[in-house]
């Protein structure tokens, strides 16, 4: 069974600064996904950047950029330039791309983030 | 409307009371997701209908009953629920590739918060 762990409960930075959260994953698949998401306080998860597993380069999208080291299993997301929009829940999720295809998502715990001023 | 919207985006109920939740998705995806989310736990999925089927029921009380009448509208019926219940509900959708290669990434709706009295 897949398993996502995000071991930062909570994490604060101050605006225009660089953050980086934590994702470690533990799976037996080779073909997978993996996604960081945005919940901010008004609860719509957004998707913020996807990672496909057989790709080397790393992932960016804007101020977001993820470190994905496949052999340890690790996928941290930074953000840099930190704005106050920012702030929200940030969740590490897994998808393997199995021939049960059902395209589940496996979530860790999640990242509460504080941008403060 | 465009996205995954949700409806009602609050609700209470009491335990003996029956209520449903209604999940519509406007991207013309093929499959759609329920998904659990508790206070300090990961989110839970609880069912997952790919192509109007249930292909997944993750253990979820008969307490809550899924349908799926067509691709774009998911619900979930509520009957003698528990206050440990109370909680919000997400709905996801996404489109799943036939060709055993999982799916893409998951687009949620803004949840309606539950509370059970």
């Known amino acids: 069974a897949q398993t996502v762990t995000q071991s930062q409960p909570e994490m604060s930075v101050q605006e225009a600064e660089t953050v980086t959260l934590s994702c470690t994953y533990d799976t037996s698949e080779n073909n997978y996904y993996l996604f960081w998401y945005k919940q901010p306080p008004s609860r719509q998860m957004i998707l913020v950047i996807r990672?496909?597993?057989?790709?080397?380069q790393n992932a960016t999208e804007n101020r977001f950029s993820v470190n994905f080291q496949k052999a340890a299993k690790s996928f941290s997301l930074k953000i840099s330039d930190s704005q106050l929009g920012d702030t929200a829940m940030y969740f590490c999720a897994f998808m393997a791309l199995s021939s049960s295809n059902t395209g589940k998502l496996i979530f860790g715990q999640g990242t509460t983030l504080q941008v403060k001023p | 409307e465009t996205g995954v919207t949700q409806t009602p985006r609050h609700l209470v109920m009491g335990m003996t009371n029956k209520k449903s939740l209604k999940c519509e998705q406007h991207l013309g995806h093929n499959a759609m997701y329920w998904y659990k989310q508790s206070a300090k736990k990961p989110l839970e999925l609880m069912f997952v209908y790919s192509l109007e089927e249930r292909v997944e029921n993750n253990s979820v009380p008969s307490r809550f009953s899924p349908e799926c009448p067509n691709s774009s509208h998911l619900f979930l019926h509520l009957h003698t629920l528990q206050p440990e219940d109370s909680a919000l509900y997400l709905c996801?959708?996404?489109?799943?590739?036939?060709?055993?290669?999982?799916?893409?990434?998951?687009?949620f709706g803004p949840g309606t918060r539950l509370t059970v009295l």
């Open positions: 996801a959708s996404s489109q799943v590739f036939l060709a055993g290669s999982g799916g893409r990434e998951q687009f």
């Open positions: 990672q496909e597993a057989y790709k080397q």
